[in-house]
Structure formats: C-alpha cells, structure tokens
C-alpha cells in the first residue's frame, strides 16, 4: 500500500442481514487513490460498488454492518469513527455527489440556506461572505443565472441544474477527495458530457482527487486515470484506465468490453448469471461464466489480485500472456 | 384420455397459490390467530350452546358480579353477560359484514367508473365530496331512526357510510394503475377496454380492496355498537354489544364494572382481529409484487 | 411499393394545465421498409418516444398521417384499429412494469392469441407460447411462474416472447435495453437481431444511447423537439454527420476507447420547453454554429445531401466532418 495514499482501503467487508440470509455486499475490497488521482470504480448491478463507497463514507445503516476492513484517510481511520469527527471530515476533506440530486437536496430550505448550512459547519464566515462564494461556484458549475438559483428551491430546478448545484455544494469547501456515486446517470448525453468536465476542471483546479462509481465504460476510459473492476462483492481488476481497457487481464473485463455494442462486430455475450451474495461460491466468483478456467484452482480458491504488469492487478489464475487488445470505439 | 391441459394447468395454479397462502400465514401467525379468533366468535354466536337463555330475565340475579356460575357477571335484568356476549355476535358481526359487503358491490363499481376521464367522473366526485360533507354517522343515525329500527336499515345506515371510502380508494388505484406500463402493453397488444378492466386492472386492485373491506366491517362493528349506545338499531331485549356497553356505562358509575367489560373487550378483539387481517392482506398482495 | 410504415408530416400537440400546449412532435416524415431497422435517436424532449407510440396508434396525430401496411391508422376507429395489433407490437424499457404482476408468464404472452386468434385450441395456444419462449432462449417452465419471480433479461425475453407470438411484421422497441446491465444488454441485442432474420421483422429502435443503435440499425433518424433533424443510413450518418445537434450528439458520447477523444462541439444553454418552440430553427438556441441570417427566422427543410441521407440545417459545411466516426474502419 502506497504510504502516500490520500485514501486507502484495505480489505472492507460489508454485510447485510436479511430475512433470506447474509448478503455479503462487500466481500474483501482493498484500493488506494493517491492525490489528485481519478479513480473509476465500474461494475454490473450488484457488484458491491456503491456498497463500497458507502461503508468508506459511513452512510452504512442497518441491517447493514461494515465487519471488517479499514479506510483511512490521510492516516484517519475512517471504519467506526465517531458521527462527529466523520462529519467534520465530510464536506471538507471529503465531498460526496449522489446519484440523485433531489435526494441530496433539501426541499424546504432555500439553496442558499444549505450553502451557508455547509459553510458554516466547517468555516465561521459572515453571511455575505457565503454569498458571494456560492455565487461563484455556481457561476463556475455553469449555472446561468446564480442569483436565481440561490434565492430558490430544489424544485424549481432541472435534472442538469440540480446536480450541478449539489456538484457545487460538495465542492464548495475544496476536499481533497470526492466520491461520486454515478454522478450523470439519467441525465441525458450532452448533459452528462457538461457535467463529466465540470466534474473535472474543479478536481483540476483544486488538485483534488475523485472516486467515481459508474457501470458507464465510457465514463471510465474518457475521465478516470486508473480504473477498479468490481464483480460479486471483490475487486477483481485495476489498473491504469490505458492499460486495462487495451489488454484487459481477467476474463470479466474482457467480456465487459466486449458487450459494448459495435457495428459489425460480434457481441460478447456472458452467459449465466451474478452468483447469490447470500451463498457465494467457494473459488472465483467468476468461474461459473469464465470461458476459460483453466487452473484447477479456479473452482476451489478465490484467486488473489496479482500484479500482471506495473500497477495493473487482476485476481485471476488465468494469465493471457499474448492476448489481442480488444479494440473498442473506432 | 391424458388430462387437459388446462385442468394440470389450473390445479398446478391452485397448489401454487395454496402453497404461498400457507407460507404466508406461517410466517403471519398474527393473520392466523385473528381469522381463528374472529371464526370463532361468529360460529360460537350462532352454535354455541349457551349456559343460560340471554334474552329472558332473571330478576333475582341482577347486577351480580363475576362468580362461578356467571362468569362475567349479570346485568341489571339479570341477564347472564357471558351469553349475551355470546349472542350478540350472531347480529353484530353479520350486520357488520352484510354492511360492509354492499358498500363494496356498489362502492367499487362506482369508483371504477369514476377513475375514467369523463366529465361525468369529475361531476360524480364532486358530489361525492358534497355528500361526505355530511356527518356520515348522523346520517346514518337519522336513517335508522326515520325508517325503523330495523337490521334492513342498519346495513344500508353502514352501507351509506362506508361507501364513499371504497369509491375513493377504488378510484385513486385505478387512476393510479391506468397509467402503468403493462397497462398500455395490454392495450399495445389490442385489448379491448372491457378486457383491460377485467383482466388487468380489476385483479390488481383486489388486494387493496379486501384489505379496505376488512377495515370497514372494523369500522361498522364501532359503528353498530355506536347506534345501540344510542338507543338505536339493535335494542334491548336483543343482544348487542353496543347495547350492553351502553347499560355497562351507567352501571359503571355505581360501580359494578364488569357489566361493560365483556362486550368491550369483544368489541376491541373483533376490531383489532379486522385490522390484522387487513395489514395482512396488504403485505400479502404487496410481497407478491416483488 | 409503398412501405410497410409511412409517416407524412406527423405533428402531435398535447395541451396541458394552464391553457398550454406541448408540441411534442412537430411534422415527422418518415418510412419504415419491411425487415429493416429504422432507429430513433435523441435526448430527452426529442419527441422519440411519442413517436413511437403515435405510429402504433396509442396516440392519435393531430395532423398529418401514419400508414401501416397500407391501412392509414392517423383515423381510423379504435376498434378497427385494435385488429390491426397482432401486426404491430411493441417492446417497452420497464421490463418488471410491463408485465402484469398478476398474470402468470404463460397467460402474458398468450394474450395477444385469445385476442387476435379466438379460433385457437387451449393446447394450440399453449404451442405458440412454448415455440415464442423458444425463440427468445427461456424454457417451458417458466410458463406458470409470475414476473417477479424472474430476472431483467429474463422479463425482457418475456415482453419479447409476448410481442411475436402473434407472428407480426413490425415491431416498436422503446429503449429496450436501457434499463438493464451491459451483460444482459449484449444478449438481448444479439437476441433481437437473430429474431429479426428469424422472423423478418421490422423494427423501429428508439434510443438514446448511440453505441446500441449503431449496432442494431440500418438508417438513423436524429429527433430534436419532435423534428427530425437529420436522417440517413447508419454507418453514413455517423461518418458524415451534417447537422450540429448529431455532431453535437457525436461527440459527447463517451466512447469506452481512452485513446479516442473527439474534439468537443459545446451546446449552449438548455433544451427550449417543449411549450414554447423557438421561431425559426428548431435547434438554433443552442447551436455552436448560427451563421446564417434564416436561422433565426425560418425553419429549414429537409434537403438531400447525399443519397438517402437528409439533413434540416441551413449550416453548411464544405471542410470535412469536424467529428464524423468511422464506425466500420478498424
């Protein structure tokens, strides 16, 4: 583990306790994201993506538990820290874009309010000063008429407006890291396309670093520097965003990549289905859809992450040593 | 001959149903208990050999408290309040049920109609909305009171109260459902629109209607025993629990208290039983959503 | 010969509370050929997935004409109508909504049977359903389990089953694969084309995403506020987009390739209301471009720019594609 890491995690294991059984959200998931990097977290529904995030920014309730596994960031251990310190850290070193924009955004107080709410937890300025700092970072998000948006309330935005704001308000104190947990999905193209570079024009600015969960390739190979594969709960491949999509190392990669649908191209299609998280399979968590399993270990030890080549890890026994790089886009 | 199709087909379909009717109930026991609870009381109302005649008075027993003969005491006629509670079931529970019954038949109908976008759906609620500005309970009481005390007028008094609920639940499911996606599949795959009533939407609502009768014949029950409290409906020497929970409270002031007890605690069981089987009738429906 | 779908100058308008009206589709002329894919392109707002249900006649036009096979259905009684729809069916996004919950599998994808072939035995209708379930690779058992006790793909397969199991020529499929996963999206796609040279369908694709439709169709319509803007055979209208919103379009689509970064045609601003359409060209609000003095004035036509493939700008442009994606080299 890089000593330098902004964030580390090491080994998390979540769970769930259902009336069906345990489900073993997160089953062993350790990555780093060094300063100023942007990390891709991609994976199926199910995988454990958002799982994961989630025990990192301890928005875990019950029945959910984080069992095991640390966290730390910049050296603070993050699994079981008190509500208090966890809340400091939050909006200031850690920022967190949700998925839905309306949920993060309260709909009774003005957006105003909850800038000077989040300001004020952290920083103790005048009420003026608040304002003319959200003025600006929502000039900067790209919102046109900020004072508008500022005297109202949630509602009266769209889709692209509300997630620009909540961009805005997770950003507002400059963390060192922020966690966006699919950011621009639903929204449409050209939108998200606006909203990818915002994203990543603020991180710029402020040298800060991203974790991004998506399912969206694409997202991945056009803004994230190194990518992590989740599937059934592990990481089953990272790596550097160039590396990974050109010579994928493990086989769920390589079939991922090879579903995007291409004109006159041969889909892949990966047959079966996402073994149960209440009774996950003894060996890899692939096996049952791997078009390869070659090594007999496959079907009885989970295979660890190991270097395939510098910075790139894949758990996988199976090792394609003259492999073609898939080709995919033009 | 080989067995149809359809027999293999609709007896596989019962044991499926069957089977998830029993793994409900399993793990519902509260569901089971309040069906046995509620059977129990209305096959004891109208079989049950009784230890004494409940409508004869017994003038040398009056106002006696619990005691080994007369279990939950006598009233001031000295009449035996175990039968009596007994016996009230055979009225209460059936008027409550009849009640809630035609409320249902003509209530659902109506809120399916009104769930259309016509004018005369939005015209109908409106009067819907003007006629449910009355007291329905006052209503319902000046009925029974005007036309006769008899059980006839009592359903329709329930009937009259507990309609507009099942027009309004009716039609907001409907409305609610008319805009879903396998709706406008089955109109996409050409179903005529009697069709999408009966096979599309009409199955769908059935669930929350059940529930909602459940809760209305709770409701009559109150409503039943709210009339005999008041002298009206079910009068003595019949009995009912609201007409003895009426007597029990006057006695309760010199007090002998057990005269109210029983058929107030009858009262409650029977309510919260309906109430049970209601929520589970909601979560039954709901769980096989998912 | 005429096509199996024409559409002659479709507008559809919707008033709304406040005395307002939506255009939501604003003169649509287009044609369907049998056993030929035509899809759908656009972001919300386009007026794609009215279309969509305007040419099965789930909506009525208020001007202009549809005609399926021959019969023009912009007028024609709901009843008369209703017989025509063992021709044309449709596949919609929900897979769980579309399906009646309270319907075992069996009885849903027969329906379409005891409504367009009363004659049918029970045990003639059961052969249909069994030789539909067939087609779309799901097996016999299913037939008396009930939606929710099936997968996405799984329900897809069924809302598939259920639209040819009347053995129609054409079909509407409304984001088909939207909602579900790469993996299980990959299979279903494969599923439809095989279905298509199976069964000689004609498809109308609505989509919005751009790597599913270059997979799936042979021409491409580009809708933007319920005109289309742009039409063409695929591999033609990508390589050489010629109006603003697709190169816009183009270019924000984030290909899965890190490699491969199409220079950026930044859209200003945000998607009129459909409530108040912009006079002049539809698409000039937000256009890079507006270099034509008509643009704010009048609105363009159609005009060929290359056989088969049609554009509604006045932009034109002699330099070649800024962004144009070689779909079919490499």
């Given at each position: 583990m890089a000593t330098e890491a902004l964030l580390a995690v090491e080994d998390l294991r979540t769970e769930f306790f259902t009336s069906r059984g345990i489900v073993k959200a997160v089953n062993g998931v350790s990555f780093s994201v060094a300063r100023g990097e942007l990390v891709g977290i991609v994976g199926e529904t199910g995988c454990g993506k958002s799982a994961t995030i989630r025990s990192i920014i301890g928005l875990v309730r019950p029945p959910g538990r984080v069992v095991a596994g640390s966290a730390r960031f910049e050296s603070a251990e993050l699994i079981r820290m008190p509500r208090r310190k966890l809340r400091a850290i939050r909006g200031s070193g850690i920022g967190f874009v949700p998925q839905n924009p309306f949920g993060a955004l309260n709909p009774i107080l003005s957006i105003e309010r909850q800038f000077r709410n989040v300001i004020r937890a952290h920083e103790s300025i005048s009420r003026p000063e608040v304002r003319t700092r959200a003025l600006q970072m929502l000039t900067d998000v790209g919102i046109p008429d900020p004072e508008r948006v500022l005297r109202g309330h949630a509602h009266e935005l769209s889709g692209g407006m509300a997630q620009r704001t909540v961009i805005a308000l997770s950003m507002i104190l400059g963390p060192r890291l922020v966690i966006a947990d699919e950011p621009t999905t639903g929204l449409d193209v050209t939108v998200q396309r606006q909203i990818l570079d915002l994203i990543r024009d603020l991180l710029e600015r402020e040298h800060s670093a991203m974790l991004l969960v998506t399912h969206d390739l694409g997202v991945v190979a056009q803004y994230c520097h190194r990518v992590i594969v989740m599937y059934a709960g592990k990481v089953v491949e990272s790596g550097p965003v160039t590396k990974v999509f050109k010579t994928p190392a493990h086989s769920y990669t390589k079939a991922l990549l090879g579903a995007i649908p291409r004109p006159g191209v041969d889909l892949v299609t990966i047959s079966g289905t996402v073994p149960d998280p209440i009774n996950y399979p003894v060996g890899c968590p692939f096996y049952d859809r791997?078009?390869?399993?070659?090594?007999?270990?496959?079907?009885?030890e989970s295979p660890p992450l190991t270097e395939?080549?510098?910075?790139h890890f894949a758990a996988?026994?199976?090792?394609?040593?003259?492999d073609q790089s898939i080709n995919v886009g033009t | 001959m080989t067995v149809s199709v359809e027999s293999v087909a609709s007896r596989l379909r019962f044991r499926a149903h069957a089977a998830a009717f029993g793994t409900f109930l399993r793990h519902n026991k509260g569901v089971a208990v309040a069906g046995i609870i509620l059977l129990t009381m209305l096959l004891a109302g109208l079989f049950a050999p009784l230890p004494f005649d409940p409508i004869k008075p017994n003038p040398s027993e009056t106002l006696s408290p619990p005691n080994a003969s007369h279990w939950f005491g006598t009233d001031r006629s000295g009449l035996d309040i175990f039968s009596r509670t007994i016996v009230a079931a055979r009225l209460d529970l059936p008027l409550a049920i009849s009640g809630a019954l035609v409320s249902l038949m003509v209530g659902v109908p109506l809120g399916l109609a009104a769930s259309t976008k016509t004018r005369w759906a939005e015209r109908f609620m409106r009067g819907l909305d003007a006629f449910q500005a009355f007291p329905l309970l006052v209503l319902a009481i000046v009925i029974v009171a005007l036309t006769g005390n008899n059980l006839r007028n009592i359903v329709v008094a329930i009937a009259l109260i507990n309609i507009p609920r099942f027009i309004r639940l009716t039609r907001s499911e409907a409305l609610a459902l008319r805009e879903s996606r396998f709706i406008e599949a089955a109109r996409a795959i050409g179903a005529s629109p009697r069709r999408v009533l009966f096979r599309h939407l009409l199955p769908n609502i059935v669930g929350t209607i059940f529930a909602q009768a459940s809760l209305a014949v709770a409701h009559a029950i109150v409503v039943i025993a709210a009339l005999s409290f008041l002298g009206i409906g079910i009068t003595p020497p019949d009995a009912s629990w609201g007409a003895m929970i009426r007597e029990g409270s006057q006695t309760m002031a010199t007090g002998h208290w057990w005269v109210a007890t029983a058929p107030g605690v009858a009262v409650f069981l029977a309510v919260v039983s309906f109430h049970t089987i209601a929520d589970g009738l909601l979560s039954y429906f709901e769980r096989a959503d998912h | 010969m005429m096509a199996l779908v024409e559409l002659h100058n479709v507008e559809k308008r919707f008033p709304v509370r406040g005395g307002k009206t939506v255009h939501a589709v604003n003169g649509v002329s287009l044609s369907i050929e049998p056993s030929e894919t035509v899809a759908l392109i656009g972001e919300s707002g386009s007026g794609k997935s009215t279309l969509g249900r305007l040419v099965l006649g789930l909506h009525q036009p208020s001007s202009g004409q549809i005609t399926f096979d021959g019969h023009d259905i912009s007028t024609m009684p709901a009843a008369e109508l209703r017989t025509l729809r063992s021709q044309m069916t449709v596949v919609f996004q929900e897979p769980d909504e579309s399906?009646?919950?309270?319907?075992s599998i069996g009885s849903i994808i027969e329906e379409p049977l005891v409504i367009h072939?009363?004659?049918?035995?029970p045990g003639e209708r059961k052969a249909r359903v069994v030789d539909a379930l067939e087609h779309v690779t799901l097996?016999?058992?299913?037939?008396?389990?009930?939606?929710?006790?099936?997968s996405g793909g799984q329900q897809q397969r069924v809302g598939i089953a259920r639209a040819i199991v009347s053995r129609p020529k054409f079909i509407v499929l409304d984001e088909p694969t939207s909602s579900l996963d790469l993996s299980v999206r990959s299979a279903i796609l494969k599923l439809l084309a095989r279905l298509q040279s199976e069964l000689h369908l004609a498809y109308l694709f609505i989509s919005h995403d751009i790597h599913t439709v270059s997979y799936v169709s042979d021409r491409i319509a580009v809708m933007y506020l319920g005109q289309v803007m742009e039409m063409g055979p695929t591999a033609e209208v990508f390589a050489n987009p010629r109006h603003p919103y697709t190169m816009a379009l183009l270019s924000a689509t984030l290909w899965p390739d890190p490699e491969v970064r199409p220079a950026q045609i930044r859209l200003t601003g945000e998607i009129p209301r459909p409530t108040e359409l912009p006079a002049g060209c539809l698409f000039h609000t937000r256009c890079p471009y507006q270099d034509d003095p008509r643009c704010e004035t009048e609105r363009p036509v159609l005009r060929e720019v290359a056989p088969g493939h049609w554009v509604r700008t006045f932009y034109d442009r002699d330099e070649p594609a800024v962004v144009g994606i070689d779909l079919l080299g490499l």
């Amino acid at each position: 583990m890089a000593t330098e890491a902004l964030l580390a995690v090491e080994d998390l294991r979540t769970e769930f306790f259902t009336s069906r059984g345990i489900v073993k959200a997160v089953n062993g998931v350790s990555f780093s994201v060094a300063r100023g990097e942007l990390v891709g977290i991609v994976g199926e529904t199910g995988c454990g993506k958002s799982a994961t995030i989630r025990s990192i920014i301890g928005l875990v309730r019950p029945p959910g538990r984080v069992v095991a596994g640390s966290a730390r960031f910049e050296s603070a251990e993050l699994i079981r820290m008190p509500r208090r310190k966890l809340r400091a850290i939050r909006g200031s070193g850690i920022g967190f874009v949700p998925q839905n924009p309306f949920g993060a955004l309260n709909p009774i107080l003005s957006i105003e309010r909850q800038f000077r709410n989040v300001i004020r937890a952290h920083e103790s300025i005048s009420r003026p000063e608040v304002r003319t700092r959200a003025l600006q970072m929502l000039t900067d998000v790209g919102i046109p008429d900020p004072e508008r948006v500022l005297r109202g309330h949630a509602h009266e935005l769209s889709g692209g407006m509300a997630q620009r704001t909540v961009i805005a308000l997770s950003m507002i104190l400059g963390p060192r890291l922020v966690i966006a947990d699919e950011p621009t999905t639903g929204l449409d193209v050209t939108v998200q396309r606006q909203i990818l570079d915002l994203i990543r024009d603020l991180l710029e600015r402020e040298h800060s670093a991203m974790l991004l969960v998506t399912h969206d390739l694409g997202v991945v190979a056009q803004y994230c520097h190194r990518v992590i594969v989740m599937y059934a709960g592990k990481v089953v491949e990272s790596g550097p965003v160039t590396k990974v999509f050109k010579t994928p190392a493990h086989s769920y990669t390589k079939a991922l990549l090879g579903a995007i649908p291409r004109p006159g191209v041969d889909l892949v299609t990966i047959s079966g289905t996402v073994p149960d998280p209440i009774n996950y399979p003894v060996g890899c968590p692939f096996y049952d859809r791997c078009p390869h399993r070659s090594d007999p270990r496959c079907e009885t030890e989970s295979p660890p992450l190991t270097e395939v080549s510098e910075g790139h890890f894949a758990a996988s026994y199976y090792h394609p040593t003259r492999d073609q790089s898939i080709n995919v886009g033009t | 001959m080989t067995v149809s199709v359809e027999s293999v087909a609709s007896r596989l379909r019962f044991r499926a149903h069957a089977a998830a009717f029993g793994t409900f109930l399993r793990h519902n026991k509260g569901v089971a208990v309040a069906g046995i609870i509620l059977l129990t009381m209305l096959l004891a109302g109208l079989f049950a050999p009784l230890p004494f005649d409940p409508i004869k008075p017994n003038p040398s027993e009056t106002l006696s408290p619990p005691n080994a003969s007369h279990w939950f005491g006598t009233d001031r006629s000295g009449l035996d309040i175990f039968s009596r509670t007994i016996v009230a079931a055979r009225l209460d529970l059936p008027l409550a049920i009849s009640g809630a019954l035609v409320s249902l038949m003509v209530g659902v109908p109506l809120g399916l109609a009104a769930s259309t976008k016509t004018r005369w759906a939005e015209r109908f609620m409106r009067g819907l909305d003007a006629f449910q500005a009355f007291p329905l309970l006052v209503l319902a009481i000046v009925i029974v009171a005007l036309t006769g005390n008899n059980l006839r007028n009592i359903v329709v008094a329930i009937a009259l109260i507990n309609i507009p609920r099942f027009i309004r639940l009716t039609r907001s499911e409907a409305l609610a459902l008319r805009e879903s996606r396998f709706i406008e599949a089955a109109r996409a795959i050409g179903a005529s629109p009697r069709r999408v009533l009966f096979r599309h939407l009409l199955p769908n609502i059935v669930g929350t209607i059940f529930a909602q009768a459940s809760l209305a014949v709770a409701h009559a029950i109150v409503v039943i025993a709210a009339l005999s409290f008041l002298g009206i409906g079910i009068t003595p020497p019949d009995a009912s629990w609201g007409a003895m929970i009426r007597e029990g409270s006057q006695t309760m002031a010199t007090g002998h208290w057990w005269v109210a007890t029983a058929p107030g605690v009858a009262v409650f069981l029977a309510v919260v039983s309906f109430h049970t089987i209601a929520d589970g009738l909601l979560s039954y429906f709901e769980r096989a959503d998912h | 010969m005429m096509a199996l779908v024409e559409l002659h100058n479709v507008e559809k308008r919707f008033p709304v509370r406040g005395g307002k009206t939506v255009h939501a589709v604003n003169g649509v002329s287009l044609s369907i050929e049998p056993s030929e894919t035509v899809a759908l392109i656009g972001e919300s707002g386009s007026g794609k997935s009215t279309l969509g249900r305007l040419v099965l006649g789930l909506h009525q036009p208020s001007s202009g004409q549809i005609t399926f096979d021959g019969h023009d259905i912009s007028t024609m009684p709901a009843a008369e109508l209703r017989t025509l729809r063992s021709q044309m069916t449709v596949v919609f996004q929900e897979p769980d909504e579309s399906l009646n919950p309270r319907m075992s599998i069996g009885s849903i994808i027969e329906e379409p049977l005891v409504i367009h072939e009363p004659a049918l035995t029970p045990g003639e209708r059961k052969a249909r359903v069994v030789d539909a379930l067939e087609h779309v690779t799901l097996t016999e058992d299913l037939y008396y389990r009930y939606p929710h006790q099936l997968s996405g793909g799984q329900q897809q397969r069924v809302g598939i089953a259920r639209a040819i199991v009347s053995r129609p020529k054409f079909i509407v499929l409304d984001e088909p694969t939207s909602s579900l996963d790469l993996s299980v999206r990959s299979a279903i796609l494969k599923l439809l084309a095989r279905l298509q040279s199976e069964l000689h369908l004609a498809y109308l694709f609505i989509s919005h995403d751009i790597h599913t439709v270059s997979y799936v169709s042979d021409r491409i319509a580009v809708m933007y506020l319920g005109q289309v803007m742009e039409m063409g055979p695929t591999a033609e209208v990508f390589a050489n987009p010629r109006h603003p919103y697709t190169m816009a379009l183009l270019s924000a689509t984030l290909w899965p390739d890190p490699e491969v970064r199409p220079a950026q045609i930044r859209l200003t601003g945000e998607i009129p209301r459909p409530t108040e359409l912009p006079a002049g060209c539809l698409f000039h609000t937000r256009c890079p471009y507006q270099d034509d003095p008509r643009c704010e004035t009048e609105r363009p036509v159609l005009r060929e720019v290359a056989p088969g493939h049609w554009v509604r700008t006045f932009y034109d442009r002699d330099e070649p594609a800024v962004v144009g994606i070689d779909l079919l080299g490499l």
